[in-house]
């Protein structure tokens, strides 16, 4: 059955830092997004993909948060300066359309010291 | 906007008995409804939607949920719980836009169910 995956599954870094997550979606999925978790509480939206460009992003998306298809394959979500308050498991997800349900990736636990 | 509400942070329910997770939710259109699963360090699974239909959907793991518009609910049920059903619980809606082209899930808090021997 075809998966979501996601790199590194546990990322360690330095406040300040740039760091990219990596997604690699369903490959006939057309909807890509990126959804953050704080210690196993609300999921969060952070930013929608489709047709190569964002379709919607939250207030949390803000400029340090990038996101990339660069190869069409790949699927990365690039924080340039984080903070502490990054720290969260971040979750990319897939869908192929709006009748069907989103596939999400294992997350990728990202701790900012 | 889209919305969801999970009354419950917490769910308690005894092996064997019937469990309920409660979901309502509000958009202003037809909702597309769903819900996932989540065990501990891992991903969202898929359970079950309804997109249109019959109200009762069945899912995974003798999962089921009913759609009722008129209380805007689609609450997800068990006749018999688990120990190994115990997890968090989304419940996530969403709208297509009339130009078709974001589909933008709603997730819910979660509900952690939890399922005693």
């Known amino acids: 059955e075809p998966e979501v995956t996601q790199t590194p599954s546990h990322q360690v870094t330095q406040m300040g830092q740039e760091v990219i997550l990596r997604c690699v979606p369903i490959?006939?999925?057309?909807?890509f997004y990126w959804y953050r978790q704080i210690l196993g509480q609300k999921v969060e939206f952070l930013v929608s993909f489709y047709n190569n460009e964002i379709s919607e992003k939250s207030e949390i998306f803000d400029d340090q948060f990038s996101v990339e298809r660069p190869d069409g394959s790949n699927f990365t979500l690039k924080i340039r300066s984080t903070k502490l308050e990054d720290s969260a498991m971040y979750f990319c997800?897939?869908?192929?359309?709006?009748?069907?349900?989103?596939?999400f990736g294992p997350g990728t636990r990202l701790t900012v010291l | 906007a889209q919305s969801v509400a999970q009354p419950e942070d917490q769910v308690n329910v005894a092996e064997g008995n019937p469990l309920t997770v409660k979901c309502t939710y509000s958009?202003?259109?037809?909702?597309?409804l769903f819900w996932y699963v989540q065990y501990p360090n891992r991903g969202l699974q898929f359970l079950l939607k309804?997109?249109?239909?019959?109200?009762l959907v069945k899912g995974s793991y003798g999962f089921e949920a009913e759609f009722n518009k008129s209380q805007t609910s689609f609450h997800l049920k068990k006749p018999s719980a688990l120990v190994s059903d115990s997890a968090l619980y989304f419940c996530a809606v969403t709208e297509p836009h009339a130009s078709g082209g974001s589909y933008i899930p709603t997730f819910g808090r979660g509900t952690s169910l939890i399922v005693h021997p």
């Open positions: 958009v202003s259109g037809n909702p597309y």
């Open positions: 997800a897939s869908l192929r359309d709006s009748y069907n349900e989103q596939f």
């Open positions: 309804y997109i249109t239909g019959d109200n």
């Open positions: 490959s006939n999925h057309l909807y």
